[in-house]
């Protein structure tokens, strides 16, 4: 729970007129009813996403200490507006009696200049600018508010985690996508579903404003604008919702539903699955278990060779579980001596792991997955999960830096107009995927076929 006192919270919302609609509602019971540190808050376009982030930090002001609280814009502008909603809630105070200490008061007009405020208590608010990420490694905070989040790299994001790891403080995240950079999307899209942060991410919608929208969704305002876009970027801009790449090889991959938290069960092996790309070495970690597959955990490194990956792996918790015998699938190619031992001849020497391999036709390996993702099974619900540790970072060149990025970036080429010849997709960010085909294909076979008893090894509904 928040380590402020009902009164306090109560005197906040006071303050800051509090009636929240029915959007804010689910954001509001969620944030002061768990001790969850870390929010992230997608807006539409006047949707009032600066306004409920200052509603979810100033209750959480802990007015026992003192403490610096930081507004953190991508400029000094930026998070002025909602350091005026905090100045403004503190300046009304209780009963018109100014919680804000004004000779510590500094407003300049100019737009690079910071604000501060310090409170009765001693608490600070100031803002930030993040031009110059290596000033914000200065001091350890009790709360940050990161003002248009989007429009921030991803290397402050990180600062600002930093910065709150020592006090146990609270980040909150809040920003559109439009004109913004897509590491923001992505972590909106990772905190939509489990994660080891217990973060959560929501929507705000530009109808939601009923102040602004009376009616919501119905207003006129509303309808002209769903007329006037393209129903993707309508979406985008006011809708609060990450388009969604089109050609995705794996359009079913959802990380809401895909995502989850895990542990190794002991009773049941725990493979190696691997294809060594000729850019990037995936090794997952897997646990069969019944129609289930789960990947665990993921050694995924670019630029490396076996001789590195291999200590990697054996470094790894999860390696004491692995059945050394029959450790594993690597790709068919595992098996090719190029001038020197192969793939499979030195998991055998270095690691002691048994590998088996077998040909897979693309197809059969990204229909093996699609059809796992999805619940059109007896089951009735996905058949392959991702632990939530795993990330889905991208580099700033559109690589997959990790596991669960590669679902969002695989991709089908455009196709040339005027021909119709039969496309494969592309060759890069695909290679973890690809063991996650061959795995399954070892595991349940690859042509659709009649279900066959679950007691038998191959026992799903064949691809």
Request: hydrophobic share 35%.
């Amino acid at each position: 729970m928040r380590p402020f006192t009902p009164d306090w919270k109560a005197l906040c919302q006071k303050m800051l007129l509090h009636e929240p609609n029915e959007a804010q509602i689910e954001i509001e019971e969620w944030w002061f009813n768990t001790s969850a540190r870390f929010c992230l808050i997608l807006g539409g376009e006047r949707a009032g996403k600066s306004y409920e982030a200052c509603k979810l930090a100033l209750p959480c002001m802990n007015i026992l200490k003192p403490g610096r609280y930081w507004i953190v814009g991508p400029d000094y502008q930026q998070p002025r507006q909602e350091f005026q909603y905090i100045y403004e809630a503190l300046k009304k105070g209780d009963n018109g009696v100014s919680l804000v200490v004004d000779d510590s008061v500094s407003m300049p007009l100019n737009i690079a200049s910071p604000w501060s405020l310090k409170t009765i208590w001693g608490q600070e608010w100031m803002t930030k600018s993040a031009s110059d990420i290596q000033k914000l490694a200065s001091f350890s905070v009790s709360g940050v508010i990161m003002s248009e989040a989007a429009q921030h790299i991803y290397e402050s994001y990180l600062k600002l985690m930093g910065r709150v790891s020592e006090t146990s403080g609270f980040l909150i995240l809040s920003g559109t996508l439009e004109r913004g950079l897509p590491w923001y999307g992505d972590l909106y899209s990772r905190w939509q579903g489990a994660n080891e942060l217990n973060a959560r991410s929501f929507s705000l919608p530009t109808w939601t404003n009923t102040d602004v929208y009376p009616g919501g969704e119905e207003n006129p305002r509303i309808k002209e604008l769903r007329s006037e876009y393209p129903e993707d970027l309508f979406m985008e801009r006011f809708g609060a919702k990450p388009m969604r790449k089109t050609g995705l090889v794996l359009p079913e991959y959802d990380h809401a539903k895909h995502v989850k938290h895990m542990v190794v069960n002991p009773e049941l092996p725990v493979e190696l699955w691997m294809d060594p790309g000729q850019h990037c070495y995936p090794v997952l970690f897997v646990q069969v278990d019944g129609l289930i597959t789960n990947i665990l955990d993921c050694v995924y490194s670019r630029s490396k060779i076996v001789h590195d990956i291999i200590p990697l792996v054996m470094a790894n918790p999860l390696f004491k579980y692995v059945k050394l015998s029959s450790g594993g699938i690597i790709d068919n190619a595992g098996q090719q001596h190029n001038a020197n031992h192969s793939q499979v001849e030195l998991w055998q020497k270095i690691a002691g792991v048994s590998l088996r391999s077998q040909y897979c036709r693309l197809d059969d390996t990204i229909q093996a997955i699609r059809f796992r993702l999805q619940e059109t099974n007896p089951l009735h619900q996905p058949l392959l999960y991702f632990n939530d540790h795993l990330k889905n970072t991208k580099s700033p060149n559109g690589l997959a830096l990790d596991l669960l990025a590669e679902p969002e970036l695989w991709v089908w080429p455009d196709r040339s107009p005027g021909r119709n010849e039969a496309l494969t997709p592309t060759d890069k960010n695909n290679d973890g995927m690809k063991a996650i085909g061959y795995g399954l294909i070892d595991h349940f076979g690859a042509h659709i076929s009649k279900p066959v008893s679950v007691r038998s090894r191959r026992r799903e509904y064949y691809i």
